[in-house]
């Protein structure tokens, strides 16, 4: 199974709302990613998770909020959004934080803030 | 500065051309060269290159890698409207990517 998946595939919010995506791998890899990808944009990374614990943290606003309850799941807990917070939010792992360039990219939730 | 860039931008062919995009790269912490399709949704793999001057091949598509010089292209052969696509040319080192901007293909019939 090399298959990152992830729920919602779309998810329409506003602003006071909360809400929560999920993904999922079973791959065994112990490092998983979130990247934020604004339309015509490369991704940007947002949160590195290694070993179930955060390791990276770009600067992202306190209203993503990252989990990681297990070694196969990865949440990211939204609450109090702006519209710019609008698009797709890409959840990938890989074998730990040392291959990184071995990521696997699961298929996306798009998020629109009202 | 920790950059990829890629050329052209952006790309308009028809059906049958061939086509070679651009990336040149910071050499600070490279350990690999990596290519992605990406359409409408999460980026697809395409090449992973840590060698340079051995060329990839899969199907239409092939990379190559420059260390010399810093750069790597992607050709894509005999070009089908399934190849319009977002390509993403990616820097690869120990805990993190860096992304180019990515050229925008598009193939008319």
């Known amino acids: 199974d090399t298959e990152v998946t992830q729920t919602p595939?779309?998810?329409?919010?506003?602003?006071t709302n909360k809400k929560s995506l999920k993904c999922e791998q079973h791959m065994g890899h112990r490092a998983m990613y979130w990247y934020k990808q604004k339309a015509k944009k490369p991704p940007e990374l947002m949160f590195v998770y290694s070993y179930e614990k955060l390791s990276i943290n770009e600067s992202v606003p306190s209203r993503?909020?990252?989990?990681?309850p297990n070694s196969s799941l990865l949440n990211l807990h939204l609450h109090?959004?702006?519209?710019?917070d609008s698009a797709l939010y890409l959840c990938a792992s890989s074998q730990d934080e040392e291959f990184t360039d071995t990521q696997y990219f699961g298929?996306?939730?798009?998020?629109?803030?009202? | 500065e920790d950059k990829v860039v890629q050329s052209p931008l952006s790309l308009v062919v028809h059906e049958g051309d061939t086509v070679t995009l651009n990336c040149?790269?910071?050499?600070?912490?490279?350990r690999s060269l990596l290519w992605y399709k990406q359409e409408k949704k999460a980026p697809t793999f395409l090449f992973m290159l840590t060698s340079s001057g051995i060329e990839k091949k899969s199907g239409r598509l092939s990379s190559i890698l420059d260390k010399?010089?810093?750069f790597s292209i992607l050709n894509i052969t005999a070009t089908q409207t399934g190849d319009s696509a977002?390509?993403?040319?990616?820097?690869?080192s120990a805990r993190q990517l860096t992304f180019g901007s990515g050229t925008q293909l598009t193939v008319l019939p």
């Not at chain 1, 109090?80 to 710019?84: D, F, G, K």
């Open chain 2, 86 to 92: 977002v390509y993403l040319c990616v820097r690869g």
């Open chain 1, 64 to 68: 993503f909020s990252p989990e990681c």
């Open chain 1, 9 to 15: 595939k779309h998810l329409v919010m506003g602003m």
């Open chain 1, 107 to 114: 298929p996306g939730t798009r998020l629109t803030v009202l």
């Open chain 2, 24 to 30: 040149s790269y910071e050499v600070t912490n490279f």
């Open chain 1, 80 to 84: 109090a959004l702006q519209p710019e």
């Open chain 2, 68 to 70: 010399k010089e810093l």
